[in-house]
């Protein structure tokens, strides 16, 4: 069942509501394809291989939360950037990129997918605050929490030990969020969880009895996009193909 390009965008943004964000790309359509969609193909990141995999899944849009075009980057069509671009407008595909709106959404959002597949009950969800607080079932230790992460997410979380407490509380941001740990320190929490971390990170961490895991950015912002194109299954009858292009970081 096909979708129209325009109905499509017009879904996207009445569920994420990308103008009450002030973000460091543009939210929505990036590159204009076709106007008609059939198939989705999404992403972490619309690197050269999402691109190429969405030429082989005969997909008409590619649907990712990292996109082009970023505030501070060199603005000229050239090596890399041009390969992608080329890319899509040779296969006359439409990129669309949704970054902190997808973040924050509170049904299909990175942060309350990655709590849904952690299994973290959400307490603490405050619209425009892209920080969530909640609570396991049971308190585990952090030697424990550690492991859980690199089972479910496929890979090994960085643990800084912030002390012998077990774990029942914890606060998260998805991606590049580790200097938002001091929000997590203010909430009283026993453990911060995001994608990245930096050098600072460890002693906020360790001078202030907080467990800290650094996560993944990648692995930890592969859940709202996939939740995003179900629902535009759902809505649209359209085709969805989710492609993890593996990322270390």
């Known amino acids: ?6 109905r499509l965008l017009g879904e996207c943004d009445e569920i994420l509501q990308p103008q009450k964000f002030s973000d460091y790309c543009p939210n ?3 590159v204009e394809g076709g106007g008609e969609i059939n198939t989705i193909v999404s992403g972490v990141t619309a690197t050269q291989a999402l691109l190429e995999r969405a030429v082989d899944e005969g997909a008409e849009l590619v649907l ?30 439409s990129l669309v990129a949704y970054h902190l709106p997808l973040d924050a959404h509170a049904e299909y959002g990175n942060n309350i997918q990655l709590a849904k597949t952690l299994g973290i009950r959400v307490d603490v969800q405050e ?16 030697g424990e929490f550690s492991a859980h992460i690199e089972r479910v997410l496929g890979r090994r979380p960085q643990w800084i030990d912030g002390g012998g407490h077990a774990i029942k509380r914890l606060a998260w941001c998805t991606g590049a969020a580790q200097s938002y740990i001091e929000q997590a320190v203010e909430l009283e929490v026993d453990a911060f969880l995001s994608g990245e971390i930096s ?47 593996d990322n270390p970081v």
């Open 199 to 245: 050098e600072q990170t460890v002693h906020v961490a360790r001078e202030n009895g907080i467990h800290y895991f650094a996560a993944g950015h990648h692995a930890t912002e592969r859940y709202g996009v996939q939740a995003l194109g179900e629902e535009l299954v759902r809505r649209l009858g359209v085709r969805h193909c989710f492609v993890d292009c």
């Open 127 to 142: 619209e425009g605050n892209l920080v969530l607080a909640g609570s396991l079932d049971v308190p585990v230790s952090a």
């Open 64 to 93: 990712v939360h990292h996109g082009f075009f970023w505030k501070g980057e060199d603005p000229c069509i050239k090596g890399m950037k041009r390969r992608r671009l080329n890319l899509l407008l040779q296969n006359n595909i």
């Open 28 to 30: 929505g359509l990036q």
């Open 1 to 6: 069942m096909a979708a129209s390009l325009r």
